[in-house]
């Protein structure tokens, strides 16, 4: 199967296939390896009736502790995709918060024997939940700071079918970690929180995930999603576009604009939801599938992460989101 398939590196000069055949190389999908550089945070999760107005204090729930952080949850999410190789490279501190997160990451099969340990105080977000599961999130970054891509780290993301990042620690962390990559190592960045990317990160991309609100941001125009993808097609071969309950854009540039539909289910906590999508997404390009293909996977896991509390505990199975997927 895997020999049919035109090789994927570099994606750029795949402009000009069909959009159904940005896969990654046969060579690295027979032990296919995901490595997520990114963060790792301790969710301090309060139900709330509503969100607050600036200047407004309201009283809320019981404050849980769950393991987050945007690297994290999605290393987690691509390990529990099966079938890959999941290595995340990020820094903890030395505390409670950290044994946390680590037990966490291991439970769900991540390698963790990259992360460091640093004298910082591991990363924290504070989350609200509304009744319809919408959240605001601040994060206080902590040893997300502190990320290292050091010898060990730089050879894990070379043997990587997909560097999978997100912008929760500092871009010099990212940079390090994308010349770290090999010619044939896919370059997946989530762009959130988002932020103005430099050229070089641009040039080295070759999937963009964001959803409306980051890619209004990064296009610098407002617009309908077909809009905004096409706007940053100019600046990357490939875009995915999330739209929460409408499903999700997938856009290449010439091989034009996919519409994934999503799944109904019902929403309890849509934290860490998005994080699920680009975990599995990051996973099945590893193994091997096409770009619409993995973002049908991953809409269903996405979806199923919505169902439960927390980010990390609420990563479905690859068994639930298969049985998704076909009672569709
Ligand atoms: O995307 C959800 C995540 O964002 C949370 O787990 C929180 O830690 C922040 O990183």
């Known amino acids: 199967m895997g020999r049919l ?3 994927l590196r570099p994606l750029r000069a795949l402009a000009g296939r069909e959009l159904g055949e940005f896969i990654v190389a046969d060579s690295k999908q027979d032990s296919p390896e995901v490595a997520v550089v990114g963060s790792a945070n301790v969710d301090l999760v309060v139900p709330v009736p509503r969100h607050p107005v600036g200047g407004e204090t309201i009283l809320g729930g019981d404050v849980v502790r769950h393991p987050g952080g945007k690297g994290a949850n ?8 099966g079938g890959v190789r999941t290595t995340f490279i990020g820094a903890l501190g ?9 037990g966490s990451l291991r439970a769900a099969g991540v390698d963790v024997s990259l992360v460091d340990r640093v004298d910082t105080p591991t990363g924290t977000a504070l989350i609200a939940v509304s009744p319809t599961g919408e959240n605001t999130i601040i994060v206080a ?3 997300n700071r502190h990320v290292g891509i050091g010898r060990a780290q730089a050879r894990r993301i070379a043997a990587a079918a997909v560097l999978l990042a997100q912008l929760e620690v500092p871009l010099e962390v990212i940079r390090q970690a994308v010349e770290a990559r090999a010619a044939d190592t896919l370059v997946v960045l989530n762009a959130a929180p988002s932020q103005d990317l430099p050229k070089w990160l641009w040039g080295a991309l070759d999937v ?6 980051e890619a209004a941001d ?16 100019r600046r990357v071969p490939a875009v995915v576009v999330t739209l929460g309950g409408e499903g999700s854009l997938v856009a290449t540039r010439e091989g034009g604009q ?3 539909g999503a799944f109904s289910v019902d929403v309890v906590d849509t934290t860490g939801a998005g994080d699920t999508y680009c975990g599995v997404l990051a996973a099945e390009l590893a193994k091997g599938r096409d770009l619409v293909e993995a973002a049908q996977v991953a809409a269903a896991a ?5 169902t439960a509390a927390g980010a990390q505990e609420a990563v479905p199975t690859a068994a639930d989101v298969t049985g998704l997927v076909s009672a569709r």
């Open 258 to 260: 996919v519409m994934v």
């Open 208 to 213: 963009l995930v964001v959803n409306e609100h």
């Open 74 to 81: 999605q290393a987690v999410a691509a390990a529990r995709a």
């Open 141 to 143: 970054p902590g040893a």
């Open 218 to 233: 990064l296009a610098g125009t407002g617009g309908a999603p077909a809009v905004l993808a096409e706007a940053l097609l």
């Open 302 to 306: 996405g979806a199923l992460a919505t």
């Open 94 to 102: 030395r505390d409670a918060s950290g044994d946390l997160i680590a």
């Open 5 to 7: 398939r035109p090789p």
